[in-house]
């Protein structure tokens, strides 16, 4: 335990993610079982910036848990990417009497961690992003949520997809990562899965397996694609013209992000928020809370930074495979 450690600040950053909220509750409620005062910054690296931070404690996280969103709202902060940003945002963490910090977000916000810490402010971070795209965790906060949200909407656009004997092409979210499209293919039973870890062409890999389908007496096809590949409605366009079978776009959109995060977000939240406040504890700084092996440990932030994640090939047969 280190007695240095009296208070310290928590704040998301980056793209929201449910169980964010159960992340804050967690550390809120292990920094004051160990009697520590708490503070949430707003608006992730602008409220350290601008000194906007509110003191919490057990009874201002009460009735959270189970909201999505994030309470301490979040933000994209350009000023925090220079170095006089850095600079600013530790003099006020010392104004304020922070001996710590605690980052929810994705890897840019552990960027800004990693500044912080170089700076002299002890910081910790943990995933909390729906795109499952940290590369040294194999989790993070909001994918299985997220997961769930698409399986939902997919299940609903299949009904009337199937009723109307079309094609559905469905975007989903993830900007240079396809965990979400890859497995909620997988869970949508999805014809086609395009992701922005491998090229595609649209003649083999669009086209044929749905004439195939077709073929083999198919009356209906999911096509999903994430959004990085993007570019959903001029194909559904060039899917109807070039195969006769009638095609709708749809674009899941930010739905995504929000609603209340599943029991596994919960209780991963819980626990990587907890590891983070003993981390501090323990004097440690510079470090992400992440997942190996399911289970919530910790490495150097530079060291997670350079780790490399890859979508699972044989995930992506197995999505082939069963799309028969
Ligand atoms: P995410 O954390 O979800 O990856 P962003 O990439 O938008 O989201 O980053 C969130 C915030 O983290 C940015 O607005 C910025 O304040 C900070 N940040 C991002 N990249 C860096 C960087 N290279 N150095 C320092 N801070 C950064
Ligand atoms: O990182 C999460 C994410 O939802 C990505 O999948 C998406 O590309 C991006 O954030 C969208 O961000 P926003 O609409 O908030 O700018």
Redesign the pocket.
Same mark, same amino acid.
């Given at each position: 335990m280190n007695n240095d450690i009296r208070k310290i600040g928590v704040l998301t950053s980056? &793209?929201d993610?449910p169980g964010m909220n159960a992340a804050i509750r967690a550390v809120v409620r292990t920094g004051t079982y160990y009697g520590l005062t708490v503070m949430g910054v707003k608006r992730g690296y602008n409220g350290l910036i601008n000194g906007e931070m509110i003191e919490m404690n057990a009874r201002t996280v009460s009735d959270t848990l189970q909201k999505g969103g994030t309470i301490l709202q979040t933000a994209r902060c350009l000023e925090f990417k220079e170095e006089a940003g850095v600079k600013k945002a530790c003099e006020i963490a010392k104004v304020f009497g922070l001996d710590g910090l605690i980052v929810i977000g994705?890897d840019g916000s552990f960027r800004g961690a990693r500044d912080l810490s170089r700076a002299g402010l002890p910081t910790i971070a943990m995933p909390g992003? =729906?795109?499952n795209d940290i590369d040294c965790s194999e989790y993070t906060i909001g994918y299985d949520t997220c997961l769930n949200t698409v399986i939902e909407a997919v299940d609903k656009i299949r009904d009337t997809s199937s009723s109307h004997e079309r094609c559905s092409v469905i975007e989903v979210? &993830? *900007?240079n990562a396809g965990y =979400?499209a890859l497995n909620a293919g997988i869970a949508c039973g999805a014809e086609v899965v395009l992701v922005p870890e491998r090229e595609y062409s649209f003649d083999e890999d669009v086209l044929r397996p749905i004439l195939e389908g077709k073929a083999r007496g198919r009356r209906q096809s999911i096509v999903i694609v994430a959004?990085g590949i993007g570019g959903v409605i001029d194909m559904a366009k060039e899917i109807e013209e070039k195969t006769g079978i009638e095609s709708r776009a749809t674009i899941l959109g930010?739905i995504? *992000?929000g609603g209340s995060p599943s029991a596994r977000d919960r209780v991963v939240a819980s626990e990587m928020g907890a590891k983070c406040v003993e981390l501090l504890l323990e004097g440690k700084s510079n470090r992400i809370v992440c997942m190996q092996d399911n289970k919530v440990i910790d490495v150097d932030i530079e060291e997670g930074l350079a780790m490399k994640k890859e979508l699972p090939q044989e995930v992506i047969d197995l999505a082939k495979k069963l799309s028969t």
């Open positions: 980056g &793209g993610a994705g992003t =729906i795109d979210m &993830g *900007r =979400i959004e930010h995504q *992000r």
